[in-house]
């Protein structure tokens, strides 16, 4: 923290500044124009992500978004001295999967981005928060942000995962039973042993969806899982160094006896594989439950809103949801698009074929995960069964780069947003881990993955 | 930034909960247009049937709410994308303020920015706002950043906290990127001092050149 300014807000100095296509070539326009330099270009790093096209074959100018877009971010970055991972390159990817995937990312940083995944950096310890057009503004002029300091809740998540249980069905399942706007105002704390004994991936994917419990910063406190995982990477301190690093790391996890303004405790060993059946992250039940009957909601409020969520997504209170026929299904994005969540839908597809209804896509999180998982052959896994193995980007999350579900049609998705409109006018998305889409593309409808698995 | 001291306008109320910036601006149109562009696509889903005709139900299309200033909503509006573009879109219709229980963190860090006044209220009051405006014969109200009331058809007003610093910013129209550069000895000392106790945060170079 530079300076205790009046009102409660702080003036936070911030280490790790990321730029993705939509927002960043402007910004740094909006900086030059007003006469401004990057404060810290060594602090900036700058990605293309949201609009860059998918196909195997895509280039920068593929969609007429990402001509413009990535032009300018480009030419802004080299002019201001900042490091741009370009198409092609192994350091190209989603930003929140390239950020800890090479280093960069490091416990106890502050690293904002103008994302509101960024939270997903807080798997690896670190404070990340998203910001707007203005913050991104203000940071690149200043390395520094006002902030105000939320308040504190820990959500303890305790106990040993049902076999099939993936980190995305524990953090739906925590959604749901606490509500998308719990979090609000909040810096979260996921803790338990559960957390602990999840991989850095894992951690990323329950940081990654703090937003939709309504918290911009989620963190896990960092230890050897997370200190191994960083050992090695492109940017991640080298020897000596590596070791000062850890000292400072290690001292930085909550104390025994911190008291939060908010406590949540969960029972993980309960939860079963997730799957949302409405227009909100809340929307959310177990596999093999019944989707439920607004009738049966006092709150008015509520219940119109269960009712409208129905309607869109064209589904019947008291129906089962598993056998509801799907028509796309997508493994990717910042929340499920690393190697780990790449092997968990190819342990699932392997050997088998996609359904004749389906359309199914792969979108590795980045270039250096998608030569990973082609190294291990995975691709090749996903290619004789019938999906699209494609190249790093933000695809059917962002609806903004060409990759959409069409109006009416119903996708199973490892993304974090099942707004109306988000993959698409009229898309119906069903948030899911990559086991449950991997088995809804093989079953044509959705499906228990444990029964595949 | 535009400054905001005290509004007096019609106030719609749009009671649902978890509006989020996907719904006040789709991300389809987060490109190619400009911030006073953005009004036109602001509730699109809501305002629009496919063909673009208006759907006469949602609120912002009935001839007495069309030209809303105050927005009278839901618990956690604003939520999702931390798009600003839902703030330029607001703006876009006109919105300079909106009333609800709560906001998504990032939408209200965004608006602030951008001369709009957010203002919580306990859900029964708002509620009970909403159904004024409803029932009333004029959805007029005032809202006065100065005095911190909101003056409602009936003659009732309410009061409201908001954060001083955010007060003072949005009376003055304040700029604080220029405030903070006011301040930048002070940041360059900071991390001379940082550099020091976290030197590998600064050591931003890769140990191994990226494939291609």
């Known amino acids: 923290m530079v300076a205790e300014l009046s009102g409660g807000v702080s003036l936070l100095a911030i280490d ?12 740094l326009r909006r900086v030059a124009d007003r006469g401004l330099k990057v404060h810290n270009p060594e602090l900036t790093f700058s990605v293309p992500d949201h609009a860059v096209a998918t196909h195997p074959t895509r280039r920068a100018d593929s969609t007429p978004n990402s001509s413009r877009l990535l032009r300018e971010m480009k030419e802004g970055s080299e002019a201001s001295g900042i490091t741009y991972f370009d198409l092609g390159s192994e350091g190209q990817g989603i930003v929140h999967v390239i950020g ?7 416990p106890g940083m502050t690293i904002v981005c103008g994302d509101s995944h960024t939270c997903t950096h807080g798997g690896l310890g670190a404070l990340a928060f998203g910001i707007g057009a203005t913050e991104i503004m203000h940071v690149l002029a200043t390395q520094t942000l006002r902030q105000t300091k939320p308040r504190t809740m820990r959500v303890r998540l305790d106990g040993k995962l049902a076999p099939g249980v993936a980190a995305k069905d524990v953090i739906l399942a925590t959604i749901g039973q606490v509500g998308t706007g719990a979090g609000r105002g909040h810096a979260v704390e996921f803790a338990g042993s559960t957390v602990r004994a999840m991989s850095v991936e894992q951690r990323l994917t329950v940081c990654n969806l703090s937003i939709e419990l309504g918290a911009k910063i989620g963190m896990i406190a960092p230890d050897d899982t997370a200190v191994e995982y960083l050992a090695g990477r492109a940017y991640a301190p080298d020897g000596e160094m590596f070791d000062r690093a ?5 001292a930085l996890p909550t104390d025994d006896n ?7 405790v969960i029972d993980a060993t309960m939860i079963a594989p997730q799957i949302t059946w409405g227009t909100s992250p809340q929307d959310v039940i177990a596999v093999d439950q019944r989707i439920p009957d607004p009738a049966r909601e006092t709150d008015p409020q509520r219940r119109q809103a269960m009712e409208a969520a129905l309607a869109y997504m064209g589904l019947k209170p008291g129906d089962a949801i598993e056998g509801t026929p799907v028509d796309r299904v997508f493994v990717g994005s910042c929340t499920n698009g690393r190697l780990s969540d790449i092997r968990d839908a190819a342990r699932i597809v392997a050997g088998r074929k996609v359904a004749p209804n389906v359309r199914a896509w792969v979108v590795p999180g980045s270039e250096a995960t998608q030569r990973a998982a082609e190294r291990e052959g995975l691709d090749k896994i996903f290619l004789s ?20 579900v069409a109006p009416g049609q119903r996708s199973v998705s490892t993304t974090n947003r099942n707004f109306v409109g988000r993959q698409g006018p009229n898309a119906r998305t069903h948030l899911a881990s990559p086991a449950m889409a991997a088995a809804a593309a093989i079953a044509g409808h959705i499906a228990d993955a444990r029964k595949l698995g | 930034m535009q400054k905001f001291t005290a509004v007096t306008g019609i106030a719609a109320p ?8 996907d719904v006040i601006i789709p991300a389809k149109c987060l490109v190619g247009h400009r911030r006073d562009q953005l009004g036109a696509f602001c509730f699109e889903a809501y305002r629009y049937r496919p063909d673009r005709s208006e759907i006469p139900d949602f609120v912002l299309n009935q001839s007495r709410y069309r030209d809303a200033q ?6 956690n509006f604003g939520c999702g994308s931390s798009r600003e573009s839902a703030v330029w ?3 876009g219709i006109g919105m300079r303020c909106v009333i609800a229980p709560g906001f998504g963190d990032i939408f209200f860090n965004n608006a602030f920015q951008n001369g709009m006044l957010l203002i919580r209220l306990p859900k029964e009051q708002v509620e009970q706002l909403a159904a004024e405006l409803e029932s009333a014969a004029t959805s007029t109200v005032t809202v006065d950043l100065q005095k911190q009331i909101i003056a409602l058809p009936s003659g009732v007003q309410i009061s409201f906290e908001v954060d001083a610093e955010r007060r003072q910013a949005l009376l003055e129209g304040r700029d604080e990127i220029g405030m903070t550069l006011t301040r930048d000895a002070e940041i360059r000392a900071f991390q001379q001092r940082d550099r020091d106790v976290r030197p590998w945060v600064y050591q931003t170079l890769p140990r191994t050149k990226l494939a291609t």
Request: hydrophobic share 40%; net charge negative; glycine share 12%.
């Open chain 1, 16 to 27: 790790r500044h990321l730029l993705h296509d939509l927002e960043g070539g402007a910004s």
């Open chain 1, 100 to 106: 800890p995937e090479l280093g960069l990312s490091q």
């Open chain 1, 246 to 250: 850890c000292v400072h790391w290690r």
């Open chain 1, 258 to 264: 911190a008291r939060f303004d908010a406590e949540h």
């Open chain 1, 385 to 404: 069964a019938g999906f699209e193995w494609r190249k790093a980007g933000c695809s059917m999350c962002a609806g903004i780069n060409g990759d959409t």
């Open chain 2, 14 to 21: 749009l009671m649902k909960a978890n509006i989020d910036t």
């Open chain 2, 70 to 75: 105050v927005l009278v909503t839901g618990e």
């Open chain 2, 89 to 91: 879109a607001l703006a």
